[in-house]
């Protein structure tokens, strides 16, 4: 018999509803804990998995009490949310997002695992894999931004990072994909509640990057807080045991979210905890989270005749399996078994300044104002996120403490020296306190530029953190008007340097700025990578991941929109617009200047029909036209103008990227396979149609601003 086996055949009701439970070790606890003194719950086999506790002198003792102190001696597992760095904070995954570095998105979430496995973990509950299309939502700043296609990449990409090649390696993470699916459209953006899109939405934007985490082999699945169309998705047997574990043949494990299992009766569903574990464990969920419903409910529903042994069974399978693959029964003390050298968290601290650079989105640059090159160079570095080390880490800082990640201030004093730099904050975050704008708007008449450092902090955004107004919070926009009026006045340059968790819809402080970086939340290392960006050791390079509105009103807002039977037109009343302000978005998705002059010219397709088993090369010459190298992003869009469902305007297929130095050209070759072209017909099953297909390729989503040739594909 396998292992499994026989220690399902020693294991009492107790010990298997223990596998199946998971308990905060208080923490960084994100929710009620319910489940009481876990210690002598491990030594009684009645816990089986934890989550929130890091160190490996923990995790030691812990392993130790359940393999030496508990009837069967079976390891626990042990998760933690490892969204964008352990104790190394790399930047918030919307900006990671925005590097649009394939390469870079694994290698962070490598080193992310070897951190966290060294500190004896052996789950991280990431990637986070939401589509967000509404920045009011907090957890837009954990995801892959707006576009399916674009999460699919990452999450292959994160998946591969985390688990490496071997789930069993000691320096290997279990990845949980979540929130399996569709919480990013969340009513009017608001935190937790109702989420009702249709099934063509569902299966084309919200599933790919699922399916694509599990073709890469994610471990494990998380579902999400909320409902779809009045299913909680703890609770969906259609999504869980229908799209992932029959249709995906799923077998890794399902882990309930955070009291997710008893929050079935909140949303209507449940009348007790046992009617609650119930539908969760028929829905296919193997780990409950802190609602302490599996094993509080399964026994009455057990009585009750409501589920079967063999059911609870096939879940303690899954979670023994999957401590299995991760080599836990083999040696659980090998995570966390030697502290890492130090070269390799210095090497980590570098990587991070790499990613944060590339993270970061060059908004504006009026007159070339950025780099800051002058000799002998004086800049006043004032607002509120100016010296605000916590804050850099944005929100899911893992077991990362406040200090120690390096400020704008510090960053550019290390570069420029103290006395070049000269700092006040100006006012708080948020809060009416103006009192200090004084001191900081005397300090732009010594400066040679002013480096306004503005934004959310980083609670602002994550979960739970849904906002309605999306401007500068608190009493930011006065400060920030103010510095802009003064300096107008003395001809100084202002720089604004925004951190924020989503695209603000901040149009005037674009407007007044002379430049504008989108530095989101970079991690430990922001501060050196902006002033990497603003005094041009890098040349900037990231692409917004997301549209930026220029007002509330127009979210959700996306590139990848149906077109309208009405196309706007100011001519025409009765077009698809509003009458107070444009259609357009204030930044398409793609949007992102360099220190370089692109100019895209002579994109080649391939002529003759397509079939559907080829795969496209399509190039596109980039020139460098300005006076610094820099490094270009060029996107594939496609189009497919006549089909028998209106596909959207824009789809995003390919992007790739290109260094060139000043007046150098070169070609950027982009794969499409035909494949890609097929969509969800009528009836919602993949369809291949005959007939043209626009390819546009160039800098972002703006199709003013893409070249446009046609592909033919053939039928069959
Ligand atoms: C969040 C999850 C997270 C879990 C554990 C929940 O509140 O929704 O994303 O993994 O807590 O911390």
Same mark, same amino acid.
């Given at each position: 018999m396998s292992r499994i086996e026989t220690l399902l055949s020693k294991m009492s009701l107790a010990e298997k509803l223990g596998q199946l439970t998971m308990t905060a070790a208080s923490y960084a606890v994100t929710g009620p804990v319910i489940a009481g003194d876990s210690t002598q719950s491990i030594r009684d086999g009645t816990i089986g998995n934890l989550l929130n506790m890091v160190g490996a002198d923990h995790v030691r003792e812990m392993q130790r009490l359940a393999l030496e102190e508990s009837r069967l001696g079976i390891p626990l597992l042990i998760g933690f949310d490892v969204i964008h760095g352990h104790r190394t904070l790399f930047p918030i995954p919307l900006a990671e997002a925005c590097s649009f570095d394939p390469r870079l998105w694994a290698l962070t979430a490598r080193e992310s695992a070897k951190e966290a496995a060294a500190d004896g973990l052996a789950m991280t509950f990431a990637p986070m894999l939401d589509v967000s299309r509404d920045p009011r939502w907090g957890r837009s700043a954990e995801g892959p931004g707006e576009d399916p296609w674009l999460g699919a990449r990452i999450a292959e990409a994160k998946v591969h990072g985390f688990?490496?090649? @071997?789930?069993?390696?000691?320096q290997a993470l279990a990845a949980v994909a979540k929130h399996f699916c569709a919480y990013g459209p969340v009513t009017a953006g608001r935190e937790y509640a109702s989420v009702d899109i249709s099934e063509r939405t569902l299966r084309e934007v919200h599933l790919p990057p699922f399916a694509a985490a599990l073709a890469a082999g994610a471990a494990a699945v998380m579902p999400a807080f909320t409902d779809l169309a009045g299913v909680p998705m703890t609770a969906n047997v259609a999504l869980l045991r229908g799209w992932l574990r029959e249709q995906h043949g799923f077998e890794g494990v399902i882990v309930s979210d955070y009291n997710a299992i008893a929050e079935l009766m909140h949303h209507g569903i449940a009348a007790d905890l046992a009617q609650a574990a119930t539908l969760a464990l028929k829905a296919g969920v193997d780990i409950d989270m802190m609602s302490d419903a599996y094993r509080r409910g399964l026994p009455v529903a057990l009585t009750r005749g409501w589920v079967s042994v063999a059911e609870i069974d096939g879940a303690v399978r899954r979670v023994l399996a999957l401590k299995e693959r991760l080599g836990l029964f083999a040696d659980p003390f090998a995570r966390g078994a030697s502290a890492e050298a130090p070269e390799a968290i210095t090497a980590r601290r570098e990587l991070a300044r790499t990613v944060a650079a590339r993270a970061i989105v060059l908004l504006k640059n009026d007159k070339s104002v950025l780099p800051l090159t002058s000799v002998g160079l004086r800049l006043a570095v004032v607002g509120p996120l100016a010296d605000a080390s916590a804050d850099m880490r944005g929100p899911w800082w893992g077991a990362a403490g406040p200090k120690g990640h390096v400020t704008v201030l510090e960053g550019l004093r290390g570069m420029l020296g103290e006395s070049g730099v000269s700092h006040a904050r100006g006012v708080d975050i948020d809060g009416e306190d103006t009192s200090g704008m004084a001191a900081a708007l005397d300090l732009c008449g010594l400066a040679d530029a002013i480096v306004l450092c503005v934004g959310e902090a980083a609670t602002m955004s994550g979960e739970a953190a849904s906002r309605a107004h999306l401007g500068l919070p608190g009493a930011q926009r006065e400060f920030a008007e103010a510095v802009f009026e003064r300096c107008k006045a003395l001809h100084k340059p202002v720089i604004v340097v925004l951190f924020s968790g989503r695209p603000l819809v901040v149009p005037w402080l674009v407007e007044k700025a002379d430049a504008v970086l989108a530095a989101w939340f970079l991690g430990s290392e922001a501060g050196n990578a902006i002033g990497d960006v603003l005094l041009g050791h890098v040349s900037p390079s990231g692409r917004t991941a997301v549209t930026w509105a220029r007002a509330e009103g127009q979210i959700p807002i996306f590139f990848g929109q149906r077109p309208t039977g009405?196309?706007? @037109?100011? /001519?025409?009343?009765?077009?698809? /617009?509003y009458l107070d302000v444009p259609n357009e978005p204030l930044f398409p998705f793609g949007f992102g200047l360099t220190y370089g002059k692109f100019t895209h010219s002579n994109l080649r397709v391939p002529q003759g029909g397509v079939a559907r088993t080829d795969t496209l090369a399509i190039r596109v010459d980039v020139t460098n036209a300005g006076a610094r190298a820099a490094e270009d992003t060029v996107f594939l869009f496609t189009h497919d103008k006549l089909a028998s469902v209106a596909r959207p305007v824009l789809e995003l297929k390919a992007f790739g990227k290109i260094g060139l130095k000043p007046g150098e050209t070169g070609t950027v070759t982009l794969l499409l396979p035909a494949a890609e072209l097929r969509f969800l017909g009528l009836d919602l099953s993949p369809t291949f149609e005959a007939g043209e297909v626009e390819i546009l390729v160039g800098p972002c989503a703006d199709r003013r601003q893409l070249l446009v040739a046609s592909i033919q594909l053939s039928s069959g």
């Open positions: 688990q490496g090649h @071997d789930l069993a390696a000691p009405r196309p706007a @037109d100011p /001519k025409d009343h009765y077009t698809s /617009k």
